[in-house]
């Protein structure tokens, strides 16, 4: 059984840094595309970055300079650096998984999907 298990949220300071991180488990070879996705309060869920089996990387023009996304050299954790954090970027965030390497924003690409992990930011 796939699952996706996302850690490290939490509370931070406006202009703090925190990183979550993403442990896929179940299958025997590695998704090709992981990515996170967030909703903020009374907001839809949103794209925020993705990267792919070969390393290439795509994310919101919100994150870029300020998000990192990486995986770790087993292809099975994908975590997200997120530096200078402001308050907008308060939300749960997702990390899903996807048999394709598309880097795709789409929700529907992504086949699997975790429980999520709550970011706030305070001002």
């Known amino acids: 059984q796939v699952q996706l298990v996302e850690s490290g949220g939490g509370l931070v300071q406006a202009g703090g840094s925190l990183m979550v991180s993403c442990a896929a488990s179940?299958?025997?070879?590695?998704?090709?595309?992981m990515a996170w996705f967030r909703q903020g309060p009374g907001k839809e869920r949103e794209f925020v970055a993705a990267?792919?089996?070969?390393?290439?990387?795509k994310s919101v023009d919100s994150a870029t300079g300020r998000f990192t996304i990486s995986r770790d050299s087993a292809q099975s954790t994908v975590h997200l650096q997120m530096n200078n954090l402001r308050p907008e970027d308060t939300a749960n965030y997702y990390c899903?998984?996807?048999?394709?390497?598309?880097?795709?924003?789409?929700?529907?690409?992504?086949?699997?999907w975790g429980q999520g992990t709550q970011v706030t930011v305070s001002s």
């Open positions: 899903a998984a996807a048999f394709n390497s598309q880097l795709s924003s789409f929700e529907s690409e992504y086949r699997f």
């Open positions: 179940g299958r025997a070879s590695p998704f090709l595309t």
């Open positions: 990267i792919n089996y070969g390393g290439s990387t």
